[in-house]
């Protein structure tokens, strides 16, 4: 039998701020986050892991339908496995650029200088694949989880900003179908790839495309009644 969890509260800890800290602070981390980059060129050198291991916390404070938290994270260094991935991720891309994608979609990724190639999923010394849970598993019991994706998507904003706070660069890859990862990786039928993402220190000699600088002002992307 399902059992019911009994509703209890506890004080806000909430710190209170002046209205110039607010602003200060909001402009602070504007500033900071403008500076982040989808970077393909990484640098192999790799870095404590323990800034990882806090991203994954801080990711994990995301809020969820029913706080039923449905996300799994797996962090990836081993090489052979890292090589695993980039293959069957390169087999996959190969056929969204040769039959898959619709012209309408290349045309929009010209820009940015895309190909099949993969190598950076070997080349960046971690990688990270973010799974949404359909369900939960408590025992024999199946656990229904409740805006799945919504959440998960929250997470991994808080994922990406605080690696990009603690210096590192990042690239979210979305190869589709990604469900090779769950043969790879070992993940249990009920989880969904969501994104992976690959994380290091930038190539020395890296570039990214003037086109990605391009964003959209205030007024374009918010609407104040």
Known sequence: M???KTYITEELKFSNQTIEEMKLNSKKFYKLISQRRSVRDFDNKSFDINIINNAILAAGTAPSGANLQPWHFVVIKNSDVKK?????AEKEEIEFYNSKAPQEWLDALKPLGTDPKKDFLEKAPYLIAIFEKKFSLNGNQKVKNYYVRESVGIATGILISCLHLSGLAMLTHTPSPMTFLNKILKRPSNEKPFVLLVVGYPDKNAKIPKF???KK????????I
């Open 84 to 88: 695993k991935i980039k293959i069957a």
């Open 217 to 224: 002002f205030l007024e374009e992307i918010s609407t104040f």
């Open 212 to 214: 990605a600088k391009q």
């Open 2 to 4: 399902h059992k019911i």
